[in-house]
């Protein structure tokens, strides 16, 4: 499995792009372990990098974020030993730390050596992804199971489209630091060709457990143009724009264009 990585790599020059791939392509193990460990039959798949490996988001992604959907046969301690044990046979040297401390349970994948045997870093450095579970999730989200092909095969329980852009929206809103990936995916959904609008019921139910003032979420679009006028659009393309497969589309990340998006 590591030569496949090393294969894939090889042919690229840019160091970028040589870190998306690598990163992508270890998510994409962790996914499959997850997938033969059946934890998708009480997890699903959420966030940006959900975004990207089910609807091809044209932009790479950093952590695994999952909803807990059901506490039956809930192990992450089981799967976590399955996948440093898959790592293992991969021929990948790996270190894993998990918490459950708090209702998002967390830890680190960390991949030992493998920067240096790409040429990216020093050959002791490690490589990271962070993965979080959250235990208590918003009622609301509507889910979905399909099977992706991306580096390796595998069943993927989801949120639904409108689902994630619920999710999203409240990540972008409730954050109180600037991430331009957020704007990147909300502007996304705002231009698909079929109309996408969010899960309001996930939405409200998210704002009211993270907000003791929570707005309402059939606002959506009024409370993202407010949040508009206040956003630093070059520091928000610069966070992005590493991640960006064309990096081309940073000239589409306007205001002019955001706005209109969201008529």
Not at 75 to 97: H, N, P, Q, V
Not at 181 to 190: G, I, K, T, V
Not at 246 to 253: A, H, I, P, V, W
Request: charged share 25%; glycine share 4%; proline share 3%.
């Amino acid at each position: 499995m590591k030569e496949q990585l090393l294969t894939l790599t090889s042919q690229l020059k840019n160091p970028h792009d040589k870190l998306n791939v690598m990163r992508e392509y270890l998510q994409a193990f962790l996914l499959r372990s997850f997938h033969e460990s059946e934890a998708f039959n009480c997890l699903s798949f959420v966030g940006g990098t959900a975004l990207r490996f089910l609807y091809s988001l044209p932009r790479f992604s950093e952590d695994l974020d999952f909803s807990l959907e059901s506490k039956k046969n809930y192990d992450s301690e089981k799967w976590l030993t399955k996948l440093k044990r898959d790592l293992g046979f991969a021929r990948f040297d790996a270190e894993i730390t998990w918490s459950t401390k708090t209702n998002v349970h967390n830890g680190w994948i960390k991949i030992i050596n493998i920067m240096g045997e790409l040429g990216l870093g020093q050959s002791n450095q490690k490589f990271s992804i962070k993965v979080e579970i959250d235990t208590n999730p918003p009622a609301g989200a509507v889910l979905e199971r399909q099977v992706v092909n991306k580096y390796f095969m595998m069943a993927i329980t989801h949120h639904d489209l409108p689902s994630l852009m619920a999710g999203k929206i409240h990540a972008l809103t409730s954050r109180t630091y600037l991430k331009g990936r957020d704007y990147y995916d909300l502007f996304w959904y705002l231009t698909q060709p079929q109309a996408i609008q969010p899960n309001l019921k996930l939405l409200q139910n998210a704002l009211k457990q993270s907000q003791a003032n929570p707005w309402e979420a059939k606002n959506w679009k009024e409370v993202l143009t407010q949040k508009m006028q206040t956003i630093n659009w070059q520091q928000m393309i610069k966070d992005v724009e590493p991640f960006l497969e064309r990096s081309q589309d940073k000239s589409l990340l306007t205001k002019e264009f955001f706005m209109q998006a969201l008529k």
